[in-house]
Nanobody, 112 residues
C-alpha cells in the first residue's frame, strides 16, 4: 500500500522560509504526477503546486508563484516544496498527493 508522509512544517515569521518534504513508500516519485495541496483553517482544500511525471513541467497557483518551488529527488524518492517569503495567508496544513493517495499533512503557521 502506498503511504505518503509529509514533514518540514513549523512556525515561522512573515518573510521566513520552510522546506516541506514528502516521502512515499511503495511508490516511485517519478512514476506519476504529484501535487501539493493545502487547507487553511475553516477553508476548503487549495491546490498549490504540481510536478508532472517526467519532471519537466511544474505548476503553481498564482498566489505562490515566485515564492514556492516544487522539486523531487528520484534517488531519495522524495518530493519537496521550498517555500520562501512566507505570508500569514500561507498558514495551512500541507498535503502531498499522488493519484488517490494522501499523507497526513504537515502544519505550516506563518505569524505576522
Amino acid at each position: 500500500e502506498v503511504q505518503m508522509v509529509e514533514s518540514g512544517g513549523g512556525l515561522v515569521q512573515t518573510g521566513g522560509s520552510l522546506k516541506l518534504s514528502c516521502t512515499a513508500s511503495e511508490f516511485t516519485v517519478g512514476d506519476a504526477d504529484m501535487t501539493w495541496v493545502r487547507q487553511a483553517p475553516g477553508k476548503g482544500p487549495e491546490w498549490v503546486s504540481a510536478i508532472n511525471r517526467g519532471g519537466s513541467n511544474v505548476y503553481y497557483t498564482n498566489s505562490v508563484k515566485g515564492r514556492f518551488t516544487i522539486s523531487r529527488d528520484s534517488a531519495k524518492n522524495m518530493l519537496y516544496l521550498q517555500m520562501n517569503n512566507l505570508k500569514p495567508e500561507d498558514t495551512a496544513v500541507y498535503y502531498c498527493n499522488v493519484r488517490t493517495y494522501w499523507g497526513q499533512g504537515t502544519q505550516v503557521t506563518v505569524s505576522s
